[in-house]
């Protein structure tokens, strides 16, 4: 199909909820009320690592207006995670607490403040434990120890991966370079707090509520850790008002409000404050990193070595993903034949760590950008070039075995490059300075790839990732079931607009019935990309086939040929006699008396292309997005500060299914890639998150965001719906070095960690006064030996495997 | 951050009823105006008032009269963004409109109020915080504990005073008008802070600030520049405000008043008196800037680091100086919004 022959597909539609979202008519998860509903509150450690001696609750208990109060003890005594590999959580914790923050009882009251009072009246006995609360500290304490399992002492997991041999390619380059970068932890920082709403029935099943991206994996959960048949129980996501990534997993709230409310028999409402939010976290890993790569005097890459560290926090969450994703995808953007990657996530008693947007691969990203840049220099070479003549090849494989199919890297620098007038502005390494006064103004570009979605389930099977069921009314509507969570992205939207395309009729005519797991099929949650194209390319199916039988129907009764049928504008008939065309609702009833209901599954699972090695499973998708982008920014020699003039980011989106939400997407990336290049960090302080507040973390306003010139590529893709990929996480990654190499552009110095504050830039500068290396960056590694390397061969180059063979097709 | 707790609002209409109000409250009594710093320090847990006298529905305490020749009296309840856009006040106090404008966010200088900003609570990154926060971290002596969490060999209180009008009003040389139901005063507005991070205020608890009077700014020029992350929201972790008499082109009168370097605002006298019978020329405000810098000493108890505050001040003092000298603006357009 091209592009002008689609009616629904590249218009500029407003989101379906839209309305309801402007309007205040949206209903989260805290603006549930049920009859009779208990309000609850958790009790959380004040402690870094402690154990717990014992916990007196009857104070608690004896307060007017509390209905129930519960620890550990009340719960069936089970480790979860969200990865089977990481069963390290407990709603309520038992025997030990391992950060500020960690629950350890739960209270059920007439209101919120009461349970709050109770929680105050519960007596806990901590026994303290040395709190290890750094990378550093966890290693060298390995007599103190945050979990009993992993790779080591306080070392949740190490990998070492080699495609190729590495050694070789530095001996073959001619210029091998090796840097340290750091990134600063930050957090997700969504509007909407963390809510749920619990209602254990007479009928003992359960019904959930929550603001949650993964209802699937929280129900499958939910069945294990409160010991109940996962047939008796329901969860519902709630509209979510901001996700990317901090509403992944299973949480202690949602689980204690159920108990709760078995235990109470009433509907349990629980909501999390802004400062329970950043002890929740699972937000970006701080990763320390080392990285060398060879080039050869054109540019080219001969190999490259990354080696990452991981600061996971005091839980495993989704840490082991997370530190294969720093190595993984790293070679899918530029050509890299040989690529070696050791990785390691190492405990410590801060609030864990785990997927944010881009998870685990804006670290490597701004690292492999920065290093790029001043290799770029040192062989006298533009960097836009440099990056234009690697962009790696379409339809092959990577190093690492990965399958990528469409590239339109190409097309986004060269995109970039002339919308931001980089020919002009960039005038060569070490050009006399732009900009009057103490401001001097500089560019500077990077560039990313990005999966759209996870080749494999968090949990091993073979069924599919995304299902959905559609069924017609005999009003002309469609009704379109589906497990995916709408976080804001506007999944509801797709939704709509897909079987609307196909079935020639108006998205408003589509009613969309989002993750309810008694009545949606599963969709394994937004998270890594995924949905657009696995619930786009099940709802296409699914339309696909309701669109035969109608035209069966209607072929009958117009004694036409189905193959010459369309359905466009709400009518379904034969395009050169289209006055005997009939109305969607007439062929719905025409359909419906030959075939009875009209009710049609639509399934997707992605192609099965794992690598052949243990590790191979993290990182194969679909298919691949890419992004480039310019900054133009300009700093103030006297203060360090740094001011964003204008961000060119040209997005590979395969094809934009609406392009309104695209740049939706590409605008809120960069605005968040400027908070995490700039100002946000999530760091402690006495053991305690130091700023745990809107206020004091400082995360940009709309003053700070520049104007943002978004270009959108398409390479039609043939794995996405209509040939779309993803567009929610991959334009964020080049923003963080983008900014740095501007900073460099303009000022001359390197700031090799991540957030790159005025204070940091203003001490680069003191250092370039005095002659110094003008970098401010991490020193030294942890003294930390990865394990011998799993060596496989380099699949660099070899043609991709087999595109759109997938299962359900 | 919970809801607020429960008090007992009383809504005077008249300064003498909302003076013989507060005074009956008695220890347990507070005054609130626009309420943006008050009810979320509730929230928190930092004031735990059991009866409120607002002052929202007093309407003599609202408004500003005067001219520049006479000199200007503002009613303390004067909400910030009618300060800033005030034709009078922008063309002869500039500094004040300019500081009342860089107030938090326009929503909050809609409620917010001029008295209020100027006796808005000293701040600390060890104290505004939620309650659970606390407890953990430890608790702090002024609220719920005996020690200084930023100094811990201290004695007294080092938060931070963080009002952006304060430094100015003191620059410009106002005084303010207190009221009490036992009688009123008007005291030089330097009179009315301490250096202490509790008791930060001179006023009396049961004493309201009712007026802000400025002298005439015949001859006067006044600018004000704010240190801090972000262009909205954020308290000062910096201010510095400065007003000048020039005659012929060479200082005659001058003051300088850093914002946000101690527990109250701390006037740079000594660089002041330096100004006296100069010229502004770049290497005056060098040389001013250097002394200025001597009085701020910012510890590790806000956003940015100390050191890197006590660097700005300088650079900003001389900013100031050279944007009141009218040479070329150094930094960027908006940089008093930093």
């Known amino acids: ?809 | 951050m919970m809801r607020l707790p429960p008090f007992l609002y009383v809504s005077p209409r008249t300064v003498a009823e909302a003076a013989k109000a507060v005074a009956e409250a008695g220890p347990g009594g507070m005054l609130v105006a626009g309420g943006t710093d008050l009810y979320p320090n509730m929230k928190r847990r930092q004031f735990e008032p059991t009866t409120l006298v607002g002052l929202a529905a007093v309407r003599e305490l609202r408004g500003v009269r005067g001219s520049a020749r006479e000199g200007v009296t503002l009613g303390a309840t004067t909400i910030l963004s009618a300060v800033a856009t005030h034709p009078d006040l922008l063309r002869h106090y500039p500094a004040l409109a300019t500081a009342a404008g860089l107030v938090s966010s326009p929503q909050l200088r809609n409620m917010g109020t001029l008295g209020g900003n100027v006796c808005v609570d000293t701040r600390c990154n060890y104290y505004n915080q939620p309650y659970p926060w606390r407890k953990a971290v430890g608790f702090c002596m002024k609220k719920d504990g005996d020690i200084c969490l930023v100094a811990p060999g201290s004695r007294r209180c080092w938060a931070v005073s963080s009002s952006d009008t304060a430094p100015v009003l003191w620059s410009l040389g106002a005084r303010v008008r207190l009221v009490s139901a036992s009688g009123e005063r008007t005291i030089p507005i330097d009179a009315l802070f301490r250096d202490d991070g509790i008791e930060y205020l001179a006023k009396r608890p049961d004493e309201i600030l009712t007026e802000i009077v400025l002298p005439p700014a015949e001859g006067w020029a006044s600018t004000y520049l704010k240190l801090r992350r972000r262009g909205s929201f954020d308290f000062p972790e910096l201010g510095v405000a400065v007003a000048l008499r020039l005659e012929d082109a060479t200082v005659a009168q001058a003051r300088i008043v850093l914002g946000a370097v101690a527990s109250q605002p701390r006037p740079a006298t000594k660089a002041a008196r330096a100004l006296v019978g100069q010229r502004l020329t770049p290497d005056v405000i060098a040389h001013v800037a250097d002394l200025a810098a001597g009085p701020a000493r910012p510890l590790d108890n806000t956003d940015f680091t100390h050191p890197y505050r006590k660097k700005m001040t300088r650079v900003f003092v001389a900013r100031a100086l050279g944007r009141l000298a009218g040479l070329e603006r150094a930094g960027r357009d908006e940089e008093e919004l930093a």
Not at chain 1, 247 to 266: M, V, Y
């Open chain 1, 1 to 809: 199909m091209n592009k002008h022959e689609f009616s629904v597909i590249g218009q500029p539609l407003p989101k379906i909820d839209a309305w309801a979202k402007v309007t205040g008519e949206t209903r989260y998860a805290d603006d549930l009320v049920l009859p009779r509903m208990a309000h609850a509150r958790l009790l959380r450690s004040p402690h870094a690592h402690a154990r717990i001696a014992a916990i007196d609750t009857s104070r608690a208990a004896a307060l007017p207006g509390v209905y129930a109060v519960i620890t550990g003890a009340d719960l069936p005594p089970v480790k979860f995670g969200i990865l089977p590999v990481s069963q390290d959580e407990e709603a309520l914790c038992r025997e030990k607490v391992r950060m500020v923050g960690d629950a350890v009882a739960a209270v059920a009251a007439l209101d919120e403040e009461t349970a709050e009072r109770a929680c105050e009246l519960v007596e806990v006995t901590y026994e303290p434990l040395p709190a290890l609360m750094s990378i550093e500290e966890s290693l060298a304490h390995p007599e103190v120890r945050i979990h009993e399992y992993g790779d080591g002492p306080n070392v949740h997991k190490s990998v070492a991966l080699q495609f190729g041999d590495v050694e070789a390619a530095f001996a073959a380059a001619d210029l091998v370079r090796e840097d340290v970068f750091f990134y600063e932890g930050n957090t997700h920082l969504p509007l909407e707090q963390h809510a749920a709403v619990a209602h254990w029935g007479p009928d003992d099943k359960l019904t959930l509520w929550s603001s949650t991206q993964t209802p699937h994996y929280v129900h499958r959960l939910l069945a294990k850790i409160l010991a109940v048949p996962a047939a008796h129980v329901r969860v519902i996501a709630a509209p979510v008002g901001g996700g990317f990534g901090g509403k992944l997993d299973p949480f202690a709230h949602e689980i204690a409000a159920c108990q709760l409310s078995r235990l109470c028999g009433r509907p349990v409402k629980i909501a999390l404050t802004r400062e329970e939010v950043f002890y929740v976290h699972r937000g970006r890993h701080p990763v320390l990193m080392w990285l060398k790569t060879g080039f050869t005097r054109a540019g080219d890459i001969t190999g490259s070595h990354l080696r990452t560290w991981l600061d996971g926090g005091a839980y495993g969450s989704y840490g082991v993903a997370s530190t294969f994703y720093t190595g993984a995808i790293n070679p899918v953007t530029y050509k890299m034949p040989v690529y070696k990657f050791e990785g390691a996530r190492i405990f410590t008693n801060k609030p864990p760590c785990g997927p944010k947007r881009g998870h685990g691969t804006p670290q490597p990203r701004f690292a492999l950008e920065c290093q790029i840049d001043r290799a770029a220099e040192q062989l006298g070479l533009d960097p836009a070039d440099l990056r234009r003549r690697i962009v790696a090849e379409p339809y092959t494989k990577t190093a690492n075995h990965l399958t990528v199919t469409t590239i339109g890297l190409g097309e986004c620098l060269d995109r970039v490059v002339e919308a931001s007038g980089w020919r002009e502005k960039w005038r060569g390494w070490n050009a006399p300075p732009r900009g009057r006064g103490p401001v001097r103004r500089g560019v500077g570009i990077a560039c990313s790839s990005y999966m759209t979605g996870a080749g494999s389930a968090v949990y091993w099977n073979n069924m599919p990732h995304s299902g959905v069921v559609l069924r017609a009314d005999r009003g002309g509507g469609v009704a379109i079931l589906c497990g995916a969570t709408d976080i804001g992205q506007g999944s509801d939207s797709i939704l709509a607009y897909l079987p609307a395309e196909v079935l020639g009729i108006d998205p408003k005519d589509v009613r969309v019935h989002p993750a309810d797991t008694d009545l949606t099929p599963v969709d394994l949650g937004s998270y890594s990309s995924r949905v657009t194209l696995m619930c786009g390319v099940a709802a296409i199916q699914a339309a696909t086939r309701l669109r035969e039988v109608l035209f069966q129907a209607v072929a009958a009764k117009l004694e036409v040929d189905p193959s010459r049928l369309v359905a466009r504008d709400r009518k379904v008939g034969v395009p050169d006699d289209w006055d005997r065309a009939l109305t969607f609702a007439q062929a719905v009833e025409l359909g419906e008396a030959m075939h009875g209901v009209l009710a049609f599954a639509g399934s997707y699972a992605p192609p099965k292309r794992a690598g052949k090695y243990k590790g191979g499973g993290v990182g194969p998708s679909p298919c691949y997005s890419y992004s480039a982008c310019v900054v133009e920014l300009s700093v103030d020699e006297d203060t360090g500060m740094v001011e964003l003039h204008d961000v060119w980011l040209a997005h590979d989106v395969g094809r934009a299914l609406n392009p309104l939400l695209v740049e939706g997407q590409v605008e809120g990336s960069v605005y968040m890639g400027i908070g995490e290049a700039l100002m946000e960090e999530q760091v402690f302080r006495k053991h305690v998150h130091k700023t745990p507040s809107m206020l004091e973390y400082k995360s940009p306003t709309t003053l700070e965001t520049p104007a943002i010139h978004t270009i959108l590529v398409e390479t039609d893709d043939p794995e996405g719906p209509f040939g779309a990929k993803e567009a929610g996480q991959g334009p964020l990654l080049p923003v963080m070095p983008a900014i740095a190499n501007a900073i460099y552009d303009a000022v001359g110095v390197r700031i090799d960690e991540v957030p790159i504050t005025s204070e940091k830039v203003l001490r680069a500068l003191d250092l370039k006064r005095q002659g110094k290396p003008a970098r401010v960056g991490p020193e030294k590694l942890p003294l930390f030996t990865f394990k011998t390397p799993l060596v496989v061969e380099s699949a660099f180059g070899q043609p991709a495997d087999a595109i759109t063979r997938r299962p359900f097709a």
